[in-house]
């Protein structure tokens, strides 16, 4: 739809201030891979409970939004072992490089960080690449 | 307090990723399909996102937290192996399913099976990521030991 960078735009602006929040707030980077895997662990029980708060509300507030907002639906895969393979791939991959699109991306960006420039270009490359080989050459998605 | 700051962000960090269209696979790769039909809104998003995260870091150099001692440190790591080979499996997993993490959790009430299996898979792969290390590294010296 032609109108669909103004929703990007306003989405994207309402992604920068809850990392304006947290920022400002706790003092901590919004990164979603280590915010959810900062829910397996216990060492600081009062970091694992802010977590959880986070990744509650992650879950809950699209929840009670998605019908009233008319959001579309995720159009995800069926494919079992495409979707397993893509979760492994995230899982790992994001623990590995110590970030994902909200910490490296939007958070490393905006503070010109090396690090998270390099890290949004090898992602955004390997899964240009990643399309074109399962989506053109493989069909598969 | 600090859960209370935690609830609002990650409140609004959902509303934004479904009003920006990021719970929605297609939108996605539409965005890494360069050779298909092409969809910017993607860039629209960070940039959106950019935009109060960079006045955020500007005013951490004038000011301390609300409810903290300190801003976090910056890493000094540098551009290493694991973050671009991390960053390399990352990618390819978010081409494939049109996922990353955040979005995986944003959409886990309205996203049926698929998003279930796709989200306990990326939790298993976050969980085990030092054994797969592990895995790795003694795949590469058996491979260094047979050249």
Redesign the interface.
């Known amino acids: 739809m032609p109108m ?27 990164g ?2 280590g915010l ?2 900062g829910m ?1 662990k216990t060492t600081d029980r ?1 970091i694992w ?3 959880l ?11 009670l ?2 019908q009233p ?1 008319n ?8 494919n ?1 072992i ?17 970030g ?3 910490g ?4 490393g ?3 010109f ?3 998270g420039i ?3 270009m ?11 080989l ?3 050459f493989l069909g ?2 | 307090m ?2 209370v ?23 996605v ?1 539409g965005w ?5 039909e092409w ?19 500007k ?2 150099r004038v ?10 440190a ?2 000094t ?3 290493d192996r ?21 979005p ?9 099976s ?2 279930v ?13 030092r054994r ?2 592990a895995f790795f590294r003694k795949a590469e010296n058996i491979t260094k030991t047979i050249s």
């Open positions: 669909d960078w103004i929703y990007g735009l306003v989405g994207g602006v309402l992604i920068g201030c809850a990392g304006a929040v947290l920022l400002l707030g706790n003092g901590r980077v919004m979603a891979s959810i895997f397996f009062r409970a802010e977590n708060a986070f990744v509650s509300a992650l879950f809950f507030v699209p929840m939004f998605v907002l959001i579309a639906p995720t159009h995800a895969s069926e079992v495409v979707l397993a393979i893509a979760g492994l791939a995230v899982g790992f991959g994001t623990r590995l490089a110590n994902c699109t909200s490296h991306g939007v958070c960006i905006s503070r960080s090396l690090r390099a890290a949004t090898a992602y955004i490359l390997a899964g240009a690449i990643s399309v074109v399962f989506k053109h598969l998605i | 600090r859960i700051i935690s609830l609002v962000a990650g409140a609004l960090f959902g509303l934004g990723l479904i009003i920006s269209g990021m719970t929605n696979t297609k939108k790769q890494l399909d360069i050779f298909g969809d910017p809104t993607l860039a629209f998003v960070m940039g959106g996102a950019i935009l109060p995260m960079a006045v955020a870091w005013a951490t000011r301390t937290p609300l409810r903290a001692d300190k801003f976090p910056v890493n790591a540098g551009i694991d973050l671009i080979i991390g960053s390399v499996f990352f990618g390819v997993g978010w081409g494939l399913a049109g996922l990353c993490p955040g995986a959790i944003a959409s886990l009430s309205f996203g049926g698929s998003g299996l796709f989200a306990s898979a990326m939790i298993i792969g976050m969980l085990s990521t797969l290390q």
